[in-house]
């Protein structure tokens, strides 16, 4: 993985532990949209000044952004679910463009309401004699918004 990807892939997992977008940093730290979107993308690299800027923005050390972290310290990690390792057994089978761009929709599933928030199932009585008709279609119009989560 050359300079450009490695701070491609760090820079967004840094935007999504601060729950970031591209857009946000750039504003943030006053750089052009385009700017930031191009070191997202690996097209080119910052100057050490501004990643020592995002370095001190984000709370980490600038060898956060510029080095390769692959290989986490596993002594301080807690057990992963069965669901947390399917997804980074997928991850780690991805090339490093693909990880890049796994990191990239990740993100973008975070921002869709539907797909963060905690959705509870109400149980619906629509069995019961005193629902309305009005009551009734509610209720199956609600169900078949569900059907479509």
Not at 26 to 32: D, N
Not at 46 to 68: H, N, W, Y
Not at 87 to 115: C, H, P, W
Request: zero cysteines; hydrophobic letters at 35%; proline letters at 3%.
């Amino acid at each position: 993985m050359n300079n450009k990807e490695v701070f491609s892939k760090n820079l967004y997992i840094q935007l999504e532990l601060h729950n970031m977008t591209r857009a946000d940093l750039a504003r943030t730290l006053g750089y052009p949209e385009t700017t930031v979107s191009n070191w997202a993308n690996a097209v080119s690299y910052p100057r050490i000044d501004k990643i020592q800027e995002m370095a001190d923005f984000f709370g980490v050390l600038k060898s956060d952004l510029t080095e390769d972290k692959s290989t986490p310290n596993l002594s301080n990690t807690k057990k992963l679910t069965e669901k947390e390792e399917l997804l980074l057994d997928k991850y780690n089978k991805l090339n490093d463009f693909g990880q890049t761009e796994a990191i990239k929709r990740v993100s973008e599933l975070t921002e869709i309401e539907k797909y963060t928030t905690k959705t509870v199932i109400h149980v619906m009585a629509a069995h019961n004699d005193d629902n309305s008709p009005e009551q009734i279609e509610l209720m199956r119009k609600d169900l078949e918004e569900m059907d479509k989560w």
